[in-house]
Structure formats: structure tokens, C-alpha cells
């Protein structure tokens, strides 16, 4: 009877330290004022279940900003991430959502700069060899070109919101290589396309980590669930609306994007 009653403590103190844990982080996020900025990889296209007030941005509510803000009920929440969106974008217009009040950013952004979707293009349509001189120009204009405006991008964040707590997601790969893909692009192609990611994600990496600013890498998460990938496939491909090929779709945002940037905060 008595180790009944000293079980039975116990388990009551387990659950009331679960209780106070539990009341912490909703008393927390009920302070967190929180604007996602970005491009489609934050927007959500590819997710479906778009806003109506977002049109061609192309919002989800299924995109990791919007179920992050669902499971957590933060004070504010804005959404100013939007399809195609390039570093100017993110200058020019969805920086103004921002303020000193602002807590928590999140953003994706520099695959566009670099030219992610000609370059898409001409790996689909055209020659393996068209398709590395594609992957070469993006990667040349990512490691000489995309540093500064990059910096610009977090310099901007941080004037406008000096009380925030930012968290820079990169991109993953799109195909696992050698996958279970009968048809499609070559593995030169994909291999090609993989390394570009690796290219723009090291210096997304860098320039964040220089402005003190909270990187997380996704490819490792989306490892396996790329395209061509054995499990489920958390990537696009060729589709219709062609806009979203080559974008996380829900499953992607769920369960790759979504869980890293949790652990970003």
C-alpha cells in the first residue's frame, strides 16, 4: 500500500512538472509576435489549401509559418512571404510588416536571386551539358553576387526589428540520387541540381552565421522523402500548376520544414 502511495507521488509530480512545462511555453508564445518573410519555399506553394487574400503569393495554410503559428497561438502573426519573391522583394515590400515589437521572423530567400526556376527549366527541357552550364551560372552568381544582398537582407531585419529572434531556413535537395526514378532528368542532371542546393545553402550559411542570425539546414530532414527518394516524397515534381513543381507539398512542410524551424526557436 505504502509504495502504492509513493508511485502514485510520483506520478503526480511528474505530471505537475508536465503541467507547469506545458503552461510555460503557452504563456511564452502567447507573447511571441511573429512575421514570416520569404519566397514559395515559406509561402507554401506546392502545399495547396492557399489564402484567399494572398493570390499569386500563393500562402498556405499549409506551409510551416502557418502551422507553427497554429500549434502555438502566438500574439501576432503576419504573413508577407510570397512566390518568386528575390532578396529586392524582401527589401522593398515584406520588410515593412516589421517592427520593434516583432519577436520571431522567419524567411527563406536567395533561390530565386540565383535563378532556381530558368535554371529548373533548362535542366527539364534541355542537355545535360545546357543543364550544368545552368547549375554553373547560378552557383557563380550565388557565391559572388548573392553574399551582398544577403547582408543587406539581415541588416534590414535587424534595423526594423531589433528585438527579433530570426531563423534562416535553406533549401534541401530536390532528388535523391541514385533514387528509384525509372523516367525523368538523367542523375548527372540531379546530381547537378542537388549541388547547386549545396552551393546556396553554404552561403545562406555563412552570411547568416555572420549576421548573428540562427541558420537551419532542412536537407537532412528531407533526407530520403526527396524525389526519386524509397519513402514518401516530401518534394514536387513536374505538376500541374507547373508554378508548383519542384516545391515541398504538404508533407513537406509538415514534416520537413515545419520541425526545423521549431528547433530554430
Known amino acids: 500500500m505504502r509504495s ?75 504573413d508577407a512571404a510570397c512566390s518568386g519573391a528575390v532578396t529586392g522583394d524582401v527589401l522593398n515590400s515584406q520588410i515593412s510588416v516589421l517592427n520593434s515589437s516583432t519577436t520571431l521572423v522567419s524567411i527563406t530567400i536567395g533561390g530565386n536571386d540565383a535563378g532556381f526556376a ?74 547537378a541540381i542537388n549541388g547547386a542546393a549545396d552551393t546556396i545553402d553554404g552561403v545562406i550559411a555563412k552570411r547568416a552565421a555572420n549576421a548573428g542570425i540562427t541558420y537551419q539546414d532542412v536537407r537532412s530532414q528531407f533526407s530520403g522523402h526527396e524525389i526519386c527518394g524509397s519513402s514518401s516524397v516530401w518534394l514536387n515534381s513536374t505538376t500541374l500548376p507547373i508554378d508548383e513543381s519542384y516545391h515541398p507539398n504538404a508533407s513537406g512542410q509538415a514534416g520537413g520544414y515545419l520541425p526545423v524551424f521549431s528547433a530554430g526557436v
Not at 159 to 167: C, L
Request: charged share 10%.
Open 4 to 78: 502504492a502511495r509513493v508511485v502514485s507521488a510520483a506520478s503526480l509530480a511528474v505530471l505537475l512538472s508536465l503541467s507547469t512545462v506545458a503552461a510555460a511555453t503557452a504563456a511564452h508564445a502567447a507573447t511571441v509576435s511573429y512575421a514570416a518573410l520569404g519566397d514559395s519555399y515559406s509561402s507554401g506553394v506546392g502545399a495547396g489549401n492557399y489564402t484567399s487574400e494572398s493570390g499569386s503569393c500563393k500562402r498556405s495554410y499549409n506551409s510551416y509559418p502557418y502551422l507553427w503559428k497554429s500549434a502555438h497561438a502566438p500574439s501576432a502573426f503576419v
Open 118 to 191: 530558368s535554371t529548373m527549366e533548362t535542366c527539364v527541357l534541355s542537355s545535360d551539358s545546357s543543364c550544368i552550364s545552368a547549375v554553373n551560372t547560378a552557383e557563380a552568381y550565388a557565391n559572388n553576387t548573392l553574399p551582398g544582398q544577403l547582408d543587406q537582407v539581415y541588416s534590414a531585419i535587424h534595423g526594423k526589428a531589433p528585438n527579433a529572434h530570426v531563423v534562416v531556413l535553406g533549401y534541401p535537395h530536390l532528388y535523391q540520387v541514385p533514387g528509384t526514378c525509372w523516367f525523368g532528368i538523367s542523375d548527372t542532371k540531379r546530381n
